[in-house]
């Protein structure tokens, strides 16, 4: 493990610590999982590692299509170095198959292949189970600018394009994920991670799930799923 500096916060799947250098923080990825708002807690084996390791490589991916991202460097299993970030309180979720909140928001079933990508915001809040709001509500309230809020939607949906494209060509439907945003030095970077904890991803054909429901829904094989989608992501 490198030198870190203090702890500034520890979330539900990761600490983030200083460095000496003010602009820079380490992202060290816990093996807890927790779903429904904290409510269901566990751990998944090797899950630190292998979702460090996952969003180092598509973060990298990522930057080289032009997407600006907080990623710096993978130190080591469990440490990345990223840019520090001003989050921005909000939840970015794209959907390009119905499931999750989606299906529960409108009672429909899940698995319906949309006509088009569904992009929504959602307010960043554990206590109220991050809820979703629409831009006049971000604006209103001043979480963040116009001129944020249409940088935001466009690195997004071409983060889905790009992601859609790379997890097809390895089999896997990308069916929605979230993202999260923040501000560095006036410009807007992608932040936190991109994992099977914030993605779902489904095997084409089987629909075999690949991801973080497996625990959510007590599906079991857990850690193989996500030891699977590694694999896949760096083949
Ligand atoms: P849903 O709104 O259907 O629960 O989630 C949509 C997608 O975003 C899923 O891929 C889910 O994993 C991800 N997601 C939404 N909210 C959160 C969150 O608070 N934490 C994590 N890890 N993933 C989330």
Redesign the pocket.
């Known amino acids: 493990m490198a030198t870190h500096g203090e702890q500034l916060y520890e979330g539900k ?1 990761k600490i983030l610590y200083a460095t000496e250098d003010p602009n820079l923080v380490i992202q060290y990825f816990k093996d807890d999982a927790t779903a429904f708002n904290a409510q269901k807690r566990g751990t998944i084996m090797d899950k630190g590692a292998c979702n460090n390791k996952m969003s180092s490589h598509l973060f990298q991916l990522l930057e080289a299509s032009g997407v600006p991202t907080h990623f710096v460097k993978q130190l080591s299993d469990r440490e990345m170095l990223v840019k520090k970030l001003q989050i921005v309180p909000l ?1 970015v ?1 794209i ?1 390009n198959i119905t ?4 299906a529960k928001l409108l009672g429909i079933e899940e698995g319906i292949v949309l006509a088009r990508p569904v992009f929504e915001w ?1 307010y960043k809040s554990d206590a109220l189970g ?1 809820p979703l709001i629409n831009d006049d509500h971000i604006l209103a309230l001043n979480l963040a600018t116009s001129d944020e809020l249409e940088t935001i939607r466009q690195l997004s949906h071409r983060v889905n394009d790009m992601l859609s494209a790379y997890f097809a060509k390895r089999g896997i439907d990308l ?4 993202l999260e945003f923040g501000r560095h030095d006036g410009q807007i970077l992608l932040g936190d991670e991109i994992s099977p ?4 991803f489904w095997e084409q054909g089987t629909r075999r799930k690949l ?2 429901d497996r625990f959510r829904r007590d599906l079991g094989d857990v850690e193989a799923a996500y030891q699977e989608m590694l694999r896949r992501v760096l083949e």
């Open positions: 799947a939840e979720t959907r499931a999750g909140g989606m959602h991050d069916v929605d994920f979230k904890d914030t993605c779902r991801d973080k």
